[in-house]
């Protein structure tokens, strides 16, 4: 299954934030496949598309964060599971 994670920080965690994001690289935890991932710098905002069956594993991912970032996960689907969803 596929995800739209977005996040922002506040201008006070910005030093914080990119530290710990050189220091990790952001790399998410095994069971999870990072497809892209994007940055907005002048706002401190981004999203990634990652790919996982284990709801366990992109919270685990964020919850490493979460005391510097807020999250949004969202679900997606592509036009082919929307075909199937519609009755198609």
Do not use: N
């Not at 594993?57 to 075909?83: G, M, N, R, T």
Request: aromatic letters at 12%; hydrophobic letters at 40%.
């Amino acid at each position: 299954m596929h995800f739209i994670t977005t996040w922002t920080f506040k201008p006070e965690h910005a030093k914080d934030v990119s530290q710990r994001f050189l220091d990790t690289g952001g790399t998410p935890p095994e069971g999870i496949t990072l497809i892209g991932r994007w940055h907005d710098v002048s706002s401190g905002r981004g999203f990634s598309i990652v790919e996982t069956d284990d709801p366990i594993a992109i919270s685990k991912w964020c919850h490493q964060w979460y005391d510097l970032l807020s999250f949004e996960i969202i679900p997606v689907v592509d036009d082919k599971q929307l075909s199937v969803i519609l009755g198609g």
